[in-house]
């Protein structure tokens, strides 16, 4: 158990809805980072968030959007949904300071079905 | 564009035979690289990383090379065992960029 969960653990939803998976780090962790996972595919890097503000931006698309909160849980916001955008998304925390590398502990991951 | 490449897909190796797992960037800005191992329906978790000022790094079974001059590194595991079976992942970092790029993973079956 790394100590970050993510909820829900599977969604299946439509083409053009909108979903939220949610993501609370370990305690005491500042950085979140969003990744997605698609069929066979390594781990694409989406956001990270670093107490609160974004650190850093990777592959993610205009539709999808993120957020860390005060109490340091991240959500990420997947809207207009598309038949592609079923994969594995995983959250990750990591207690590094800004500019430092540190090791990230992963969340079990949400399964999005998008039919 | 693939910075952090590993090319083989899959790898299989007889228990108690040494694992090597490969992997290759292209970013000369990286300066710290880890590999992550996951098993089904669990997130990745984290194996051994390295330092670009260094040139291995060993933890029990696992040690990791980095050839900065080829751009390269390696896993290897010795001696394998059944429950090493596991998607590898190689990732890279550039500490000024704060992002951590993941190769596409490799399959390791450890055959007993």
């Known amino acids: 158990d790394s100590g970050v969960t993510q909820t829900p653990k599977h969604l299946i939803t439509a083409t053009g809805q909108r979903v939220t998976l949610r993501c609370s780090p370990r305690?005491?962790?500042?950085?979140v980072y969003w990744y997605q996972q698609s069929l066979d595919q390594g781990l694409q890097f989406l956001i990270q968030?670093?107490?609160?503000?974004?650190?850093a931006k990777g592959n993610i698309l205009e539709r999808f959007s993120a957020q860390q909160f005060p109490d340091l849980h991240s959500e990420l916001n997947l809207s207009s949904l598309e038949l592609g955008d079923s994969a594995l998304y995983f959250c990750a925390s990591s207690s590094s300071l800004a500019g430092e590398v540190d090791t990230q502990y992963f969340g079990p991951g949400t399964r999005l079905t998008v039919l | 564009d693939q910075q952090v490449k590993q090319n083989s897909p899959s790898l299989s190796v007889q228990e108690g035979r040494i694992s090597i797992l490969n992997c290759d960037y292209t970013?000369?800005?990286?300066?710290?690289f880890l590999w992550y191992k996951k098993y089904p329906a669990e997130g990745p978790t984290f194996l051994i990383s390295?330092?670009?000022?260094?040139d291995k790094n060993e933890d029990g079974r696992f040690t990791v090379f980095l050839n900065k001059s080829a751009k390269h590194l390696s896993l290897h595991i010795v001696p394998s065992q059944p429950g090493d079976s596991a998607v590898y992942f190689c990732a890279a970092s550039d500490t000024g960029g704060f992002k951590t790029i993941f190769g596409a993973g490799t399959r390791l079956f450890v055959k007993a």
């Open positions: 970013n000369s800005m990286f300066d710290y």
């Open positions: 390295i330092s670009s000022i260094k």
């Open positions: 305690s005491g962790d500042l950085s």
């Open positions: 968030y670093y107490n609160g503000e974004e650190r």
